[in-house]
Structure formats: C-alpha cells, structure tokens
C-alpha cells in the first residue's frame, strides 16, 4: 500500500529556515517519478489551504499569498521523495503541513479532492 511520510518538522525563531521531506513507499518500481505532488498546511481553527505544487517534470506551482517567495519545492526520484524548503519563517506559518499526491486533475493545483494519498503531517511552530 502507498504510503507518504513527512519529516523535518520542528520549533523555530522568526526569520528561521526548515526543509521539509516526504518520502514515498510502496509505489511501484520508478512510479513515484510520474506523481505530481504538493505540499498543504492546516493551522488551529483554519481550512486547509495549498502551499506548493511539483510536477513529473518538476514544474512548479506556488500558492502566492502563501509563500511569497520564502519557500522552494523540489523533488529527488531516486530517492522516491519531495522536499519543501521553509526560508524566512513568520509566527503566521505555524501549521501542520502535508505532502499529498495527485491522482485527479478536475480542477487547480490546489483542490483538496484531486489528492488521493495523504501523509500524517509534520508540525511546523514559529515562535515571535
């Protein structure tokens, strides 16, 4: 069974930095290279709301008022993982953050039901 695991969490001062992983099993052999994944967060009290998008190809997406140009996705298909880089973090994104696959394309990058496969979360908390 496909499985998604996310680390690299972790409590860190305003203006600090995280790499996020999350790290892929139970796919078939050379799969993980054809998914296309994003990254979400979900804060106390708030929607869940999409971060960052990768490609097959590695293109990328950003939900705009969200990273603002402070985080970078990447992926490594060798190693059946996708990373988010967290740079310049602010109190506000404090957060349990989530890497997700898609397995639908019924609309954008950022529809919560196009994603089939989910992992647990890694907490983010950033301390003013």
């Known amino acids: 069974q496909e499985q998604l695991v996310e680390s690299g969490g972790g409590s860190v001062q305003s203006g600090g930095s995280l790499r996020l992983s999350c790290a892929a099993s139970?796919?078939?052999?050379?799969?993980?290279?054809?998914?296309?994944m994003s990254w979400f967060r979900q804060a106390p009290g708030k929607e869940r709301e999409w971060v960052a998008w990768i490609s097959q190809r590695s293109g990328t997406a950003y939900g705009t008022d969200v990273s603002k140009g402070r985080f970078t996705i990447s992926r490594d298909n060798a190693k059946n993982t996708v990373y988010l880089q967290l740079n310049k973090l602010k109190p506000e994104d404090t957060a349990l953050y989530y890497c997700?696959?898609?397995?639908?394309?019924?609309?954008?990058?950022?529809?919560?039901?196009?994603?089939?496969?989910w992992g647990q979360g890694t907490q983010v908390t950033v301390a003013s």
């Open positions: 997700a696959r898609r397995t639908k394309y019924s609309g954008a990058y950022y529809t919560i039901a196009d994603y089939a496969y």
């Open positions: 139970g796919a078939p052999p050379g799969a993980f290279s054809s998914y296309d």
